[in-house]
């Protein structure tokens, strides 16, 4: 290795870790790149310690999909020429444990936001939760929410959120593809599930649009995410070793 310079393709590849809840998936790879890299330099200049690395530097990297600071599970990550095959993982297919909070509904779809609106529980059953499953299953039309990072005339709609600014059109549903709900749980006023997808499926909407179709309101309290593509739980790396306080 005779230059710093090189670090950034001394590596090719794709793999996955496992993202902690509440660390951004932006935290998740830089944690990666910079621990990858120094590890690169260490392993180049055995006798030496390790100097500063300035960002254009360091192993090139990027992630197949963001996993909000709520949710935590399986984050592919591409290192070096890996990074061209990321964006097949933004189309795949998907897995997640979801948990919900009915009679309660947020401004942001989950705990991280304001509740909004309650409603009633006491109608609900097992029964009316997965008689509820149907209507939800294969190609369905579904509401991204408003506090999300799709771009609306260029600007993130978190950000039209955060700021109170009316947007400057309406948020267009977006044709999802749900396989499969499994319904792994219920109480009176919680329930987790699992749920196969495709890419672009918001479990935030999910919850809150089939809690509206049986008549409450609900929000998402915790997300795993499980599977991505061929990666699961068993192929992730743990952060341990990563996580600096």
Known sequence: MSSLGSLRYTVNNVFAVYKPKGW?????????????????????????PVPYLKRKDLVKIGHGGTLDPIAEGVLV?????GCKQ?????????????TAKFGQETDTYDTEGKVTKTCPTDHLSRQLIQDTFPQFKGFIN???P??????????????????????????????????????????????QLRV?????????SL???????????AHMTALQRTRQAQFT??????LDNLIVA
Request: some cysteine.
């Open 24 to 48: 951004t998936s932006r935290r998740v790879t830089d944690a990666v790149q910079l621990e990858l890299s120094k590890e690169i330099w260490r392993k180049g200049h055995p006798d030496q």
């Open 77 to 81: 990550i591409g290192v070096g020429h």
């Open 86 to 98: 990321l964006s097949q993982f933004l189309r795949c297919t998907k897995e997640y444990i979801v």
């Open 142 to 144: 579904q509401m991204p």
């Open 146 to 191: 408003i506090y999300s990072a799709i771009r609306v005339q260029g600007k993130r709609l978190y950000n039209y959120a955060r700021n109170n600014q009316s947007l400057p059109e309406p948020i267009k549903a977006r044709q999802v593809l749900i396989e499969e709900i499994e319904l792994l749980d219920f109480h009176q006023d919680w329930c």
């Open 196 to 204: 196969t997808c495709g890419g672009g499926t918001y479990m935030r």
């Open 207 to 217: 919850v809150h649009d089939m809690a509206m179709q049986m008549q409450t309101c």
């Open 233 to 238: 739980l068993e192929h992730a790396y743990a």
